[in-house]
Antibody, heavy 119, light 107 residues
Framework: EVQLVESGGGLVQPGGSLRLSCPASGFTFSSYAMSWVRQGPGRGLEWVSTISSSGVGTYYADSVKGRFTISRDNSKNTLYLQMNSLRAEDTAVYYC????????????WGQGTLVTVSS | EIVLTQSPATLSLSPGERATLSCRASQSVRSYLAWYQQKPGQAPRLLIYDASSRATGIPARFSGSGSGTDFTLTISSLEPEDFAVYYCQQRSDWPLSFGGGTNVEIK
């Protein structure tokens, strides 16, 4: 059974930092690119970042570039998102998910972790 | 940056009716377009990938069409479990992007 379990969310003050983790199991983690997608309260889905299977390639939304860093540890089957200089508009549920550009119907998502940025 | 515009924002229909959802891209995304369904409190679920290929386990009443800049998700006959929010996502270029969503609600 495929499992992606996000953790590390919580309440943080504006300007603060958080590190999200997403350990994976049930599939060959090192073979897949991985993404973070977020959803603000009552809002739609927003792509945040993607990392290649090897970790060499990283991509970011303009809204988080320079503040967030995506990384992975294939030896631990875990995806991370380091979030610095957090703003109120970063408040959202953060999901980790596999990323495949084309040719596959594989679709694995975590249950999400809530990040609240507030004083 | 590719902007995806979904219409309508809300679709009010009855069970058994046909739903037609639109997704328009600001520039060509070729066929690198996916459709997701999301219900309250749940993660999104992949319905369609590569514009027209149904994901595993997705009923045949769901179909996708289009290429380039104009795409359509059709639900041929709405079942009670189909009332949800639907998002398109382009996978053609970085940064990736989602449309704003279409809420399919019970009339």
């Amino acid at each position: 059974e495929v499992q992606l379990v996000e953790s590390g969310g919580g309440l943080v003050q504006p300007g603060g930092s958080l590190r999200l983790s997403c350990p994976a199991s049930g599939f060959t983690f090192s073979s897949y690119a991985m993404s973070w997608v977020r959803q603000g309260p009552g809002r739609g889905l927003e792509w945040v970042s993607t990392i290649s299977s090897s970790g060499v390639g990283t991509y970011y939304a303009d809204s988080v570039k320079g503040r967030f860093t995506i990384s992975r540890d294939n030896s631990k089957n875990t995806l991370y998102l380091q979030m610095n200089s957090l703003r109120a508009e970063d408040t959202a549920v953060y999901y980790c998910a596999i990323y495949i550009q084309t040719g596959s119907n594989e679709d694995y998502w975590g249950q999400g972790t809530l990040v609240t940025v507030s004083s | 940056e590719i902007v995806l515009t979904q219409s309508p924002a809300t679709l009010s229909l009855s069970p058994g009716e046909r739903a037609t959802l639109s997704c328009r891209a600001s520039q060509s995304v070729r066929s690198y377009l996916a459709w997701y369904q999301q219900k309250p409190g749940q993660a999104p679920r992949l319905l369609i990938y590569d514009a027209s290929s149904r994901a595993t386990g997705i009923p045949a009443r769901f179909s996708g069409s289009g290429s380039g800049t104009d795409f359509t998700l059709t639900i041929s006959s709405l079942e009670p479990e189909d009332f949800a929010v639907y998002y398109c996502q382009q996978r053609s270029d970085w940064p990736l992007s989602f449309g704003g969503g279409t809420n399919v609600e019970i009339k």
